[in-house]
């Protein structure tokens, strides 16, 4: 018996899944947030955010201390930076007028939740367009249990989160015949950052080898591939070095010939060497291929035999096998959703008919697949399988309260341990006034980072609106944290005795004194006297952490 829903059953199910798909990733990034877990992006977006309702767009110290200006030239942290530079991204601007509402880094995180779950309804919307709500429903269910749209969306806020919004939107605008509203989508999702009109380029490529829409096709990806030359070899490099500088030779520098190259200049070479090109579209192998059926694995593997599916999702996917690092072929990072939509958007086809033999055939002659209880169980089990995996990666330390941080060495913190501290740590990020210019931990910066001046640590100077440098007002680390995951990570351990020195250094000279210190967490102000207990307590768990006097070394 086939699994058989009718219309108001299927949208009942879809927007059952969706408030659950809701509640349960929201719980668990806000937890993650007022818990101490979220780290430097979602810093750096709340600073753009704040800074955005100041009138100072896209300004960011934070991301200014990522700069090739600062990361290779030795530069200070400049308040004035902007960080359209790295990323241009206008379509934050959407959102501004709600942060201005609510202007707190947690809003952020409700938003990115919220982008992702209207996502999702605005899929089973564009898929009941081809097939039937018991399919439709499924489709729906395997994008909430994604890994790569759980993962991204239990991270810190990110821009990417716009895109299946966007690109489903667009999609179901062009099967609707609103043109108006495919457009407007076009442009706002170029609007989202420089690399996302790839996905674009791989919908307009669609329309034409489907010679579904050819003309409206040609120009999409006409104008994608015009848009991301255009903006970053002449408006980007307006505002910073960093495209040809910096993120042109971290994820594709195997083309490079010198120290910095432009978007045109690696496609050239891309071209000009087809051996290295091959090469690194196929290596690693054994990643690669896990990285596909990680895409392929909640849709039961539709997608691979889905013409639609190659056409759109081909283009992002060369994006990132084409790049190096450790971040391309990591199926739970934000850079993994830009490859969701193709993907969908081909399974839906592939329901309704869709082969490789009548791809370029009238859509309306298409004969809808039947759900046979086989595959419906199959497929079931894919998803179970896609929400398992997502779990045990423990994506983001969003479910370190579960899933243990590292099993040799032990490394494990539960929720009560997680709460425990939390309000002594607030009890001291209090004391920093909302204006002070501060240095701070990883962990710590999105809580402090609604301000004008705020780096991370180790550094302490930066410069200030009047052009000149000057060091923070306040230091903030939490050493507990590094303390607790430096047994089994390196950077940890790195982290700990480098912050432990420098705040023997700049506590013996006198140029900042120890005013609070509780549960490993410890506050300096500048030119302040220590306060004794907390000096004497700062000391005794010195002592604890068995790590080498820098005055003594």
């Known amino acids: 018996m086939l699994f058989k829903l009718n219309k108001n059953q299927g949208l009942k199910i879809a927007i059952i899944a969706a408030i659950a798909f809701f509640l349960c990733t929201l719980s668990l990034t806000l937890n993650r947030h007022f818990s101490f877990y979220s780290s430097y992006d979602q810093g750096i977006f709340n600073q753009v955010f704040w800074n955005g309702i100041h009138g100072r767009f896209f ?29 241009f991204t206008p379509a934050l601007l959407l959102w501004l ?10 809003t952020l995180t409700v938003l990115q939740v919220t982008l992702v779950t209207a996502a999702g309804l605005v899929l089973y919307n564009l898929a009941r367009i081809y097939v039937q709500p018991a399919i439709a429903v499924l489709i729906t269910i395997s994008f909430y249990c994604a890994n790569t749209i759980l993962g991204p969306t239990l991270a810190n806020f990110h821009d990417i989160s716009q895109i299946p919004l966007f ?31 790839i996905t674009l380029f791989g919908v307009g490529v669609y329309l034409v080898l489907s010679k579904r829409h050819p003309r409206t096709g040609l120009i999409l990806a006409s104008l994608s591939f015009l848009y991301i030359i255009a903006l970053t070899n002449l408006i980007m490099p307006l505002f910073s070095d960093d495209i040809s500088k910096r993120f042109m030779l971290e994820r594709f520098g195997q083309y490079a010939e010198g120290e910095e190259a432009s978007t045109l200049e690696i496609i050239k070479n891309m071209l000009l060497n087809p051996g290295r090109l091959i090469m690194e579209l196929f290596t690693p192998f054994f990643p690669t ?9 909640p849709l039961a593997f539709i997608p691979a035999v889905s013409p639609a599916a190659w056409s759109i999702a081909t283009f992002p996917l060369l994006k990132l096998f084409l790049g190096q690092g450790q971040t391309v072929l990591a199926i739970s990072l934000r850079y993994a959703m830009s490859v969701t939509p193709g993907l969908f958007y081909g399974a839906i086809l592939w329901w309704g008919g869709e082969r490789f033999g009548n791809f370029q055939q009238p859509i309306q002659t298409y004969q809808p697949r039947k759900l046979l209880p086989q595959f419906r169980r199959f497929w079931i089990i894919c998803i179970v399988l896609s929400l398992f995996f997502t779990i045990t990666s ?26 425990h501290r939390v309000p002594q740590i607030r ?34 100077e930066f410069r200030n609106d009047a052009g000149n440098v000057e060091t923070v007002d306040y230091i903030i680390a939490d050493l507990w944290q590094l303390q607790r995951y430096q047994i089994a990570f390196d950077e940890d351990r790195v982290a700990l005795q480098t912050i432990t020195e420098l705040i023997e250094r700049v506590t013996n000279n006198q140029e900042y004194g120890i005013i609070d210190f509780n549960q490993g967490v410890i506050l300096l102000q500048k030119g302040a006297n220590s306060n004794p207990d907390k000096s004497a307590a700062w000391q005794n768990y010195r002592e604890r952490l068995s790590l080498p006097s820098s005055s003594r070394s």
């Open 394 to 419: 423990n994506p983001s330390r969003t479910l370190s309260f579960l899933i243990p941080d590292s099993i040799q060495p032990w490394v494990y913190v539960s929720l009560p341990e997680q709460w």
């Open 427 to 460: 009890s001291i990020l209090k004391q920093i006034p909302p204006d002070a210019s501060v240095s701070a931990t990883t962990y710590l910066i999105p809580h402090l980072s609604g301000r004008r001046a705020i780096i991370r640590l180790t550094g302490l």
């Open 59 to 87: 300004e960011s110290t934070l991301s200014s201390q990522l700069s090739t200006n600062v990361v290779h030239s030795g530069e200070v942290p400049d308040v004035n930076y902007h960080r359209l530079g790295q990323h």
């Open 97 to 106: 007028p709600i942060y201005y509402l609510f202007p707190h880094p947690a």
């Open 167 to 197: 690109i489903f939107s667009l999609l179901l605008a062009m099967e609707k015949r609103w043109w108006w509203l495919f457009w407007l989508l076009a442009i706002l999702t170029l609007a989202v950052r420089e690399d996302s009109g």
């Open 289 to 297: 291929i896990k990285y596909l059926l990680g895409q392929w694995l």
